[in-house]
């Protein structure tokens, strides 16, 4: 079959299609890459155009209506939906969202302020990246192969404001589960004591009961440049650390400036 084809199922009855219900939602037969359920209807992508296929006007069967020309989705694993309805998924040029406004639904780039970054993707694999969304913290996590890596080695985390970025696990796949406790559960590779990284399965954020505290490294970097403030810095006056109390230890915090290596402060 073609790579471009949707065959929906007759309503109410699952797996059962019927004939000449087929439908191209790209008139020149471009491979489908993506789908996700949103109020209005069945988001469709293909690598560079975004579509919308909703319930026909006469009441039987389906229509399709583009929704973005040019906006695409490379990555279907990339495709997630935030608690507040907002889609979210990996494009050609960085992360999009399609939200309704009182203008009605459009289609946005939501990863401008990491687009540098973002330039990195290993384009050859960006077909692997998988993603989830935690229900707790609400927020969408994406893996990624960054920078000629051949797993997805970098995790973009967006909680509907702005971007972070972890490297503690590389994720091959990714899942929540579907329980209270909402879990999310990474299979690939993770640091572990030592420093050595380690394939597995893992429980992201928790820690199980054989876990031992080991002296471990960890780093904070923040944006020292700001547009809108030429000759002026922007790193931050104030950092805020949080601790769960469970056991004693020391921790040694080294303050450098301005992207440089040279520790100008030294706090334990």
């Not at 309805?85 to 009182?102: C, K, P, S």
């Amino acid at each position: 079959d073609s790579p471009g084809k949707l065959h929906p199922s007759a309503p109410g009855l699952w797996g059962t299609f019927l004939k000449n219900e087929e439908l191209y939602p790209d008139p020149r037969g471009a491979e489908i890459t993506g789908m996700c359920q949103v109020a209005e209807g069945l988001l469709v992508f293909t690598e560079s155009t975004t579509f919308m296929i909703v319930i026909s006007f006469a009441g039987k069967g389906f229509q399709t209506k583009t929704l973005h020309p040019t906006i695409g989705c490379v990555a279907p694993s990339s495709i997630q939906t935030m608690p507040n309805g907002m889609a979210v998924w990996l494009g050609r040029e960085g992360f999009y969202a399609y939200r309704t406004t009182d203008s009605g639904p459009q289609v946005d780039l939501i990863s401008r302020e990491i687009s540098t970054d973002l330039l990195k993707i290993n384009r050859a694999r960006a077909l692997q990246s998988t993603a989830a969304v935690d229900v707790r913290e609400k927020k969408y996590r994406c893996w990624v192969p960054m920078e000629g890596s051949r797993t997805n080695n970098i995790c973009w985390e967006f909680d509907g404001q702005g971007w972070t970025r972890r490297s503690d696990v590389g994720a091959s796949a990714v899942c929540v589960t579907q329980d209270h406790r909402h879990y999310m559960i990474t299979t690939g590779t993770s640091t572990i004591s030592g420093g050595a990284a380690a394939e597995g399965v893992w429980l992201l954020d928790h820690q199980v009961q054989s876990w031992l505290p080991t002296p471990r490294a960890a780093m904070v970097q923040t944006c020292w440049l700001r547009a809108g403030h030429a000759g002026k810095r922007g790193s931050p006056k104030s950092v805020y650390l949080w601790f769960r109390e469970m056991s004693s230890g020391t921790v040694n915090i080294e303050t450098q400036r301005d992207w440089k290596s040279t520790v100008v402060d030294t706090t334990t």
